[in-house]
């Protein structure tokens, strides 16, 4: 069955420490993937995407993302985390744009 | 930049009644959808629209039905709300094959 799994139900970090989100996905073949954030009480808003090409995809809020597609695997990071970045994080998959999967999400707390 | 917006931030209601969330975008989207989001449980789609008047099943439909009559706009209805109905509720919108887009949620409390 096709799935997509965070294994990190919340993270805590010190601000200015770097940042690793996991996700890993089940499908038969390479979905496009996507990470969005949503800070309490907001809808989701994208970071990044990956449909095709380098596999290391930069995106907003200085997030990047790299797929690798022998571990199945599309990890967020970020080098420094701020304050500002304490949100939940969901990793999403899709075959086509009508059949999006989303993880359970990971929820970052960041110690000042 | 891309508008979703949802009718209600928050509704408070009961048991039995019927319920009806509104979503309006305003790029002109083929695409529309409905999730729901509960804790632990990340999002799972109700319906999805990909035309006016058209209407797909999403993992979750029971106990939902939807209405696309206008291209802008996509609710969302619960015939008769129950208490494990109590949610956060997304919507979004998309062209065919691109990103989605999500609008503010709104969040359900059925008593």
């Known amino acids: 069955a096709q799935s997509v799994t965070q294994p990190d139900i919340h993270i805590t970090v010190s601000e200015g420490a770097s940042l690793e989100l996991r996700c890993n996905y089940s499908?038969?073949?390479?979905?496009?993937l996507f990470w969005y954030v949503q800070s309490p009480g907001q809808g989701l808003q994208l970071l990044l995407k990956?449909?095709?090409?380098?596999?290391l995809v930069q995106g907003i809020k200085g997030f990047e993302a790299e797929f690798k597609r022998s571990q199945s695997s599309f990890n967020l990071r970020k080098p420094s985390v701020h304050w500002s970045d304490a949100a939940e994080y969901f990793c999403?998959?899709?075959?086509?744009?009508?059949?999006?999967?989303f993880g359970a999400g990971t929820r970052l707390t960041v110690k000042p | 930049d891309v508008k979703v917006t949802q009718s209600s931030r928050y509704l408070v209601k009961r048991t039995g009644e019927k319920v009806f969330l509104e979503c309006v975008q305003d790029m002109d989207h083929e695409n529309m959808f409905w999730y729901r989001q509960d804790p632990g449980l990340g999002l799972r789609l109700i319906y999805f629209?990909?035309?006016?008047?058209?209407?797909e099943k999403g993992d979750i439909p029971e106990g939902y039905s939807v209405s696309r009559e206008k291209k802008e706009r996509f609710s969302l209805i619960l015939e008769s709300a129950s208490t494990n109905q109590t949610s956060m509720y997304l919507c979004?919108?998309?062209?065919?094959?691109?990103?989605?887009?999500f609008g503010p949620g709104t969040r359900l409390l059925v008593l």
């Open positions: 990956y449909f095709s090409g380098d596999t």
């Open positions: 979004a919108s998309s062209r065919k094959g691109e990103t989605q887009y």
């Open positions: 499908y038969g073949a390479t979905p496009y």
């Open positions: 629209s990909y035309d006016v008047k058209m209407k």
């Open positions: 999403a998959v899709a075959i086509n744009n009508n059949d999006m999967r």
